[in-house]
């Protein structure tokens, strides 16, 4: 998912300006500095909608597959194979009879 790599690009690029921000904040505030910050905050700014809808995408993305591996789990059936043998009379999966236990009468 290409949207993917470059929404985790931009989150990792945002760390990091965050980071200089505060690198920053440490030294003597002159003008060119105070510039620099606005900048930096700028683009910050800029690229957190892009940040946001990847935070959504991977989201959606990650509740969607949660939904169906909880939709698999409540309907097992689904999964079974085709198939199998089915027995004609009730269209069910075949099942092996098993023989009636004999009671011991004495």
Same mark, same amino acid.
């Given at each position: 998912?290409?949207? $993917?790599?470059?929404? @985790? !690009? +931009?989150?990792?690029?945002?760390?990091?300006?965050?980071? +200089?921000?505060? @690198? +920053?904040?440490?030294? %003597? !505030? *002159? %003008?060119?500095?105070?510039? !620099?910050?606005? @900048?930096?905050?700028?683009?910050?700014?800029?690229?957190?909608?892009?940040? +946001?809808?990847?935070?959504? !995408? &991977?989201?959606?993305?990650? *509740? @969607?597959?949660?939904?169906?591996?909880?939709?698999?789990? &409540? =309907?097992? =059936? #689904? $999964?079974? $194979?085709?198939?199998?043998? #089915?027995?004609?009379?009730?269209?069910?999966?075949?099942?092996?009879?098993?023989?009636?236990?004999?009671?011991?009468?004495?």
């Amino acid at each position: 998912m290409p949207m $993917n790599t470059n929404f @985790e !690009q +931009l989150r990792k690029q945002e760390l990091e300006l965050r980071k +200089l921000l505060e @690198e +920053l904040d440490t030294l %003597p !505030q *002159t %003008p060119q500095i105070e510039l !620099q910050k606005q @900048e930096i905050q700028a683009y910050i700014d800029y690229i957190t909608p892009s940040i +946001l809808k990847g935070f959504s !995408q &991977k989201f959606k993305s990650i *509740t @969607e597959n949660f939904l169906n591996e909880l939709e698999k789990e &409540k =309907n097992p =059936n #689904k $999964n079974k $194979n085709p198939y199998q043998p #089915k027995d004609h009379k009730n269209n069910q999966p075949y099942k092996s009879q098993s023989h009636p236990k004999k009671s011991h009468t004495r």
